[in-house]
């Protein structure tokens, strides 16, 4: 997150690390007691390995009640995600076994309705990604509040050029900005997931290039069936 603050501990008890041998390398959030949401794209470069799950987390590195690693039993990448766009960048990873739900561990309801959230709405963003251009990596989870803009003007020429779909949603990236190993947190907009974090151009902090989210609503039926199919 650039440009953003350290958020209040355990305020948003849905935010999920997802680590590699004990290194942050995406956000993600915790939909269901088994389920956490992300980005495909968080798994290229991971070489088939599977994620383990930070829930209840803060510091990436104190010690904190609650502070857990799971195992995760599947990750399902969105049949239509793939490395060449951003379309369907949606990743569900199944934990092992059922998050311990308390004041620290929570599921975050997202929108099921499919409508677009109104241009200048203020969301926040989440994550333990860089907070620096230079690439440096906080210890504690930072947070930055962001206006929506309008799909017409995210598909300007000078900006993303009409590569926004009906599937995505943009917001404002001058200096407040999502930015590397933000990707796959939520977008929370009046209390709601209503995106999920895709690094799009990869670019962070700059206003011509606005930060771009895979909307969840249009996704519900397929977040449930997966859900619903590896159940039991
Ligand atoms: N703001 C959109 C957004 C959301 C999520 C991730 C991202 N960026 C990135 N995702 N993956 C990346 N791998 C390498 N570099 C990256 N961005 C980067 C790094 C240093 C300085 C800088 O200005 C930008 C990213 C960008």
Not at 38 to 57: D, P
């Amino acid at each position: 997150i650039l440009g953003g603050y350290e958020a209040r501990p355990h305020l948003r008890p849905y935010m999920a690390s997802l680590q590699l041998d004990g290194q942050h390398v995406c956000g993600g959030f915790l939909i269901a007691e088994q389920w956490v949401l992300s980005a495909a794209h968080c798994t290229e470069g991971t070489n088939g390995k599977l994620f383990q799950v930070l829930l209840g987390a803060h510091s990436l590195t104190e010690p904190e009640p609650h502070k857990r690693l799971y195992r995760v039993r599947a990750q399902i990448a969105h049949p239509g995600s793939n490395i060449h766009n951003n379309r369907d960048d949606l990743l569900l990873l199944q934990l092992e076994e059922k998050a311990e739900l308390n004041a620290h561990v929570k599921v975050l309801p997202f929108q099921r309705e499919d409508r677009d959230v109104e241009a200048d709405t203020l969301c926040e963003a989440a994550g333990w990604g860089t907070v620096t251009h230079s690439g440096r990596r906080p210890d504690k989870l930072q947070q930055v509040e962001r206006p929506v803009i309008s799909r017409e003007l995210c598909n300007h020429r000078t900006r993303h050029d009409q590569t926004i779909t009906e599937k995505m949603m943009c917001t404002d990236s001058r200096k407040k900005d999502t930015c590397k190993g933000d990707s796959g947190g939520p977008l929370v907009c009046n209390g709601v997931a209503e995106g999920v974090v895709t690094a799009g151009s990869r670019v962070c902090g700059n206003y011509k290039k606005p930060a771009i989210y895979t909307r969840i609503a249009p996704y519900a039926t397929w977040i449930d069936g997966v859900m619903a199919s590896a159940a039991g």
